[in-house]
């Protein structure tokens, strides 16, 4: 139980504190040569609503009076650069805006007033500037796990509000640097640990406070634009990176209720992860043929799959940069839009306005496009719409969730779709996993072991033609070993793994008699299927991957 003089203590102690905060905001307004103001008058909530609660907060800003266009602005940060876009936008409206300087406190103040404002709403997500003149220089030269950590480290030992910002832009720029996809912050019993993920692969990267972890949270809350207050619901929200001279990166955020706290995972959509060329995914020469001879038919359905980050939605897109042109019309529907292309009109699924994969692709058949993009087939209602529209003049491109090419068949039949849509619908189906690209700098080659060729002669027994087999006893193979360049791990980059097959008129007779995955799969060898254990054993002898990521990847051989 707290006692009398303990609360006296911490009330004088509070008092003293703001005293300090408002200090500090008149010797900076002395420096800056901005009139100082303690934000005890009247907020007016129109003056408010010039800008959104969650932009204001994170420009450290708030717009508190307001007569026509002279309006009165209240900073806390000169040097903030978006605070200053704001103000800037402000102007271009032909407000008049009189710059104040303020405290914490005065702001914190004045943004409870935005409860008071009915029309006031969050933007779905703010802006993450990443400023080269405050980032540490160390990063400049960042290449290893090792180096991120010895910059973070002193910047997680500290609460000071600016260095937990601080963190947070150095992770976001370090993640851009080192090709980060996904940034994982979990808090534990007695700490949290902080891992990325490249390449497909997580990697520890430091443990931290659970201090330093709430400050963290809250942080990525507000510039995501998710509801701070909530800690026992999963939230999903988005911000962007903007640095100087660099484009635009769209980062999506997630956060989910744990033992400890909320997990956090940060997704990094790095547009240029996604514009590779037909010809950049890896796929053998004849499999390329014959995907380019598919992608001129003018109608059809193209499906690929393969679980969760198998590369999927990029190659779809390589699939519209091929065939674009002035004279088609794309249209897809995405849930969400990660990457946006400006080679295609595209939509988004919206579940509480109603606008669903089904219902939205019903309405884009009546838009009259050449091709439509489904960014995933999840339903039976979805399937065969997306059918449909392939057996009326459109191509159609899209993805579903099977572990390899044959096993397509026997999942859209489970969903309930006829066999006799599928057959004369489909032209062609693929299943990709992505593999790691051995460092070109510091690969080495290594006669394979005993086990290593057993593997492979398991795997390429009955390779296809025109596909010719390694010698597996006399030919050596890659490794690999880890440089500066790669930062120590010995991979740079991914490539697809694919394998292929097309709906000829023996698989589209199969089709009809509802075939087991065992039989799509006998008749696609039969047609001259590669498997993808197949494709990465051969991208091993080409030097491009290693053994150990082939099986870390799809598993060991299997007899069929």
């Not at 990457?339 to 009546?366: A, C, M, P, W």
């Not at 292929?500 to 696609?524: G, Y």
Request: aromatic share 4%.
């Amino acid at each position: 139980m707290t006692r009398p003089d303990d609360e006296i203590v911490e009330k004088h102690l509070q008092s003293l504190h703001l005293q300090e905060e408002e200090d500090l905001a008149r010797i900076l307004s002395q420096k800056y040569n901005l009139p100082y103001l303690k934000l005890d008058v009247g907020v007016n909530t129109n003056a408010l609503l010039l800008v959104p609660e969650m932009e204001a907060r994170e420009a450290e800003l708030v717009v508190f009076q307001m007569v026509g266009k002279k309006i009165k602005v209240a900073i806390r940060n000169p040097n903030s650069k978006i605070a200053e876009h704001i103000i800037e936008k402000l102007k271009q409206k032909h407000y008049q805006p009189e710059v104040f300087m303020v405290s914490r406190n005065s702001l914190e103040l004045a943004w409870e007033k935005y409860k008071e404002a009915p029309g006031a709403q969050p933007l779905p997500g703010g802006i993450v500037i990443l400023d080269d003149n405050i980032l540490p220089k160390e990063l400049k030269t960042l290449r290893t796990i090792q180096q991120l950590r010895d910059i973070l480290e002193p910047l997680t030992a500290s609460t000071e509000e600016r260095r937990v910002s601080l963190t947070l832009e150095v992770l976001l720029e370090a993640s851009r640097i080192l090709e980060v996809s996904d940034i994982h912050i979990k808090p534990e019993e007695e700490t949290t640990r902080l891992r990325v993920r490249i390449d497909g692969v997580l990697h520890d990267v430091l443990f931290f406070s659970t201090r330093i972890y709430n400050l963290i949270l809250s942080r990525i809350k507000l510039v995501s634009g998710i509801k701070l207050n909530i800690k026992k619901e999963s939230q999903d929200g988005r911000f962007t990176i903007r640095g100087e001279d660099k484009e635009d990166i769209e980062v999506r955020t997630s956060t989910l209720p744990g033992a400890y706290g909320e997990s956090i995972v940060i997704r990094i959509l790095d547009p240029k992860l996604i514009s590779l060329s037909l010809e950049d995914l890896g796929m053998q020469p004849p499999i390329l043929e014959l995907v380019k001879a598919e992608l001129n038919k003018p109608n059809g359905m193209i499906l690929t799959t393969g679980p969760t980050g198998a590369g999927k939605t990029t190659t779809l897109y390589a699939f519209v940069k091929h065939i674009n042109s002035p004279d088609i019309s794309i249209v897809s529907i995405e849930d969400p839009i990660e990457y946006h292309l400006k080679e295609i009109n595209q939509t988004q699924v919206d579940k509480e306005r109603g606008y669903t994969f089904s219902n939205g692709l019903r309405s884009i058949v009546r838009q009259d496009p050449d091709v439509i993009l489904v960014g995933e087939i999840r339903d039976l209602e979805t399937a065969e719409i997306a059918m449909h529209a392939a057996l009326t003049g459109h191509l159609v491109f899209s993805t579903l969730h099977t572990n390899n090419a044959p096993g397509t068949i026997p999942r859209l039949i489970d969903l309930g779709v006829r066999p006799t849509i599928i057959a004369p619908a489909i032209n062609l189906t693929l299943a990709q996993r992505l593999v790691r690209r051995l460092c070109l700098v510091c690969r080495e080659m290594y006669t394979p072991e005993h086990v290593e060729i057993q593997y492979m002669q398991e795997v390429m027994k009955d390779l296809p033609h025109p596909y010719i087999k390694p010698n597996f006893t006399k030919q050596p193979i890659w490794r690999a070993r880890g440089c500066d360049v790669c930062g120590g791990i010995g991979y740079k980059g991914r490539i697809s793994i694919f394998e292929v097959f097309m709906i000829n008129d023996e698989i589209e007779h199969l089709i009809l008699q509802t075939p087991s995955e065992s039989d799509i799969r006998n008749a696609a060898k039969h047609q001259g299927m590669l498997t993808m254990q197949q494709d990465g054993i051969l991208k091993v002898f080409d030097g491009i991957t290693a053994i150990k990521e082939i099986t870390r990847v799809t598993g060991e051989a299997k007899e069929e």
